[in-house]
């Protein structure tokens, strides 16, 4: 014979709410549990001689909400297997009830029959007391495991589960993420019932006006206000199709992607600058300017019909997955060689061993200096490399002599050209021995050369003069007293 669970809901509110079906099942039921006896409907009944064996201790004896329905969860099956049971939860049994999911994944294992007996959740109420339509864009949120991400600030949001000051203290902190502190909502308790209490309070005092209650819930209002909604991704990508749209900014709506190649070189640097100075405020507003150029970029290809941001996000996404076995799949991961060596293992299957050359796309897209990095780091793979710094130093000698022997000689610009970028690359490998990376190296020598050229100005008006009025010699005199000041 198979075992039985008999799942009905004990509604939102008072026995008044309680639809006649279940208040008969509920009177006729011998073998009844109940996930709570904290309800409205239980303490009613009760006076009318209900029996029943709760599960409030299994509360008391776990730390996670996780836990709790775990056992539950087992204890019902097990007494299943004695006689048939029936099962009581708050609201209806299929909106915000792990437990009733647990039983209706394990039930049909376990030759275990579950049936939904009905009964009414505490939505409608919700939306009556609260006088919201739900078509105007609506979700439901499990208070005890809320995620910023879950949020859509646009639509009403209802957050069920909120047990107690604990879970409240949690909502808020996860609300406020996203909302100011002081951003309006409301916690609804019996909604609908002759206890309705509904209460509008400020976020950042949710947790200190919580009643403990298993039939509270807390109101998220849409957000109207467009600057709240800044911080959204929705909204972000709304700007940049607006900026882009038929009724929008001339400068943004002619750029291709080639005309704004340059601003995203630009762009980069100065957010390694921000990173260089550790300033924070700047490195915040520089990669956002770093997200702009992505941005107009995505919005380009979705203008042209060629691909959208969902795209880009979606093949990020997969990449990273399918390259961090160790982390998303089956494989290990010891150190930082291993997951190196792991990623162009992965690298070179997703290519189909179609590579021509271990060379071919080493320092794709990035500067020609960080590229002779890039080549050189690929290549010493194989062991087409020094082992020792000397030798690369007497390359860069090598290197120097046939500069100048090339502009002694018959000075052809393009030939001096090439026997310099002999020497760059020569100096590269050099840098790459010592561990230097070279586009660093050229910035902090960059911004030397800036701080000790301003200081030349600031010495020249403080005399009233120009800077091409001095000699060099006079001008190489205030560059060492920039030096000697740790400039």
């Not at 029936?86 to 376990?110: D, F, M």
Request: glycine share 6%.
């Amino acid at each position: 014979m198979t075992n039985k669970i008999l799942i009905i809901g004990l509604g939102a509110g008072d026995l008044d709410q309680l639809p006649l079906g279940v208040y008969k099942k509920l009177k006729q039921e011998k073998n009844l549990y109940l996930r709570t006896k904290e309800h409205p409907v239980v303490a009613e009944l009760e006076k009318e001689g209900l029996q029943f064996q709760s599960f409030d201790d299994v509360y008391e004896k776990h730390d996670q909400f996780s836990d709790v329905y775990e056992e539950i969860t087992e204890i019902l099956l097990a007494e299943a297997e004695k006689a048939p049971v029936t099962y009581g939860v708050p609201g209806h049994p299929l909106i915000a009830e792990r437990t009733v999911q647990l039983l209706l994944e394990r039930g049909p294992k376990r030759d275990t029959e579950i049936e939904i007996g009905g009964g009414q959740s505490f939505l409608d109420a919700m939306f009556q007391s609260l006088t919201i339509d739900p078509i105007e864009g609506f979700q439901l949120l499990d208070g005890t495991a809320l995620s910023k991400e879950d949020l859509l600030l646009k639509s009403h949001t209802i957050i069920g589960q909120v047990y107690d000051a604990f879970v409240a203290s949690e909502v808020k902190l996860t609300l406020m993420e996203k909302l100011p502190d002081d951003y309006e909502v409301y916690i609804v308790t019996a909604a609908g019932s002759s206890e309705e209490v509904i209460k509008k309070v400020p976020l950042f005092e949710l947790d200190r006006e919580m009643e403990l209650s298993n039939l509270t819930s807390v109101y998220v209002p849409p957000v109207e206000n467009e600057q709240i909604l800044y911080k959204d991704f929705l909204k972000l990508r709304g700007i940049i199709s607006e900026l882009r749209g038929p009724n929008g900014c001339p400068w943004d709506k002619k750029q291709t992607h080639q005309t704004l190649k340059k601003y995203l070189i630009e762009e980069s640097y100065e957010l390694l600058e921000a990173i260089d100075n550790d300033d924070i405020d700047h490195m915040i507003e520089e990669l956002g300017d770093v997200l702009l150029q992505v941005m107009l970029h995505a919005q380009i290809g979705e203008d042209e019909g060629y691909f959208t941001i969902d795209d880009v996000i979606e093949g990020l996404s997969a990449k990273m997955v399918r390259r961090h076995p160790h982390v998303f799949g089956d494989k290990t991961a010891e150190n930082e060689a291993e997951v190196l060596k792991n990623w162009q293992e992965i690298k070179e299957q997703e290519k189909g061993g179609a590579v021509k050359s271990m060379l071919e796309g080493a320092g794709k897209g990035l500067p020609n200096l960080l590229k002779a990095y890039e080549l050189q780091k690929e290549a010493a793979k194989v062991g087409f490399d020094w082992k020792t710094v000397a030798p690369i130093l007497d390359k860069v000698k090598e290197e120097i002599e046939e500069l100048f022997e090339e502009i002694n000689g018959n000075g052809i610009q393009e030939d001096i050209q090439l026997e310099y970028g002999d020497l760059l690359f020569a100096l590269v490998n050099f840098a790459r021995h010592y561990d230097i990376n070279p586009e660093e190296a050229l910035n902090k020598a960059n911004r030397k050369f800036m701080r000790r050229f301003a200081y030349i100005e600031q010495k020249a008006a403080e005399n009233g003069r120009s800077v091409d009025d001095y000699t060099l010699d006079e001008l190489d005199a205030f560059w060492e007293e920039a030096k000697t000041q740790g400039l």
